[in-house]
């Protein structure tokens, strides 16, 4: 099958717009975005794991029940991060959002 520039593919479908569109509209609505995160962090998983092996050169055994290494302590190690705890300020005005952190660092998203 050929497929023109700018058609969808046979196994592609129409996403219904942008994500950050569809997530700005999910948090006011509280229902499920397009791209539910759970899908993603499941489908994300199998990187990281290739990505902790490289950096171990060497083999390991995941746990997928109890998502872990087992006793193996240095790959277990790698599954976290520690990461600073700083509140979350969200503003929305229309169509677009303000996120800021303590810190004065200040993010736009606009929906369109």
């Not at 998502?67 to 240095?74: A, K, L, S, Y």
Request: glycine content about 8%; hydrophobic content about 30%.
């Amino acid at each position: 099958m050929q497929v023109k520039r700018g058609e969808f593919g046979p196994s592609e479908k129409r996403s219904g717009g942008s994500h950050t569109k569809n997530f700005l509209d999910c948090i006011k609505s509280r229902k499920q975005p397009n791209a539910d995160v759970e899908l993603g962090r499941l489908s994300t998983t199998i990187c990281h794991l290739g990505n902790i092996c490289n950096r171990l050169k060497r083999d390991v055994r995941f746990d997928p029940q109890a998502e872990n290494f087992g006793n193996d302590q240095e790959a277990n190690a790698m599954l976290t991060k520690e990461y600073p705890r700083q509140p979350l300020h969200v503003a929305s005005c229309m169509n677009e959002w303000e996120v800021s952190l303590s810190d004065g660092r200040l993010f736009s998203l606009w929906a369109e």
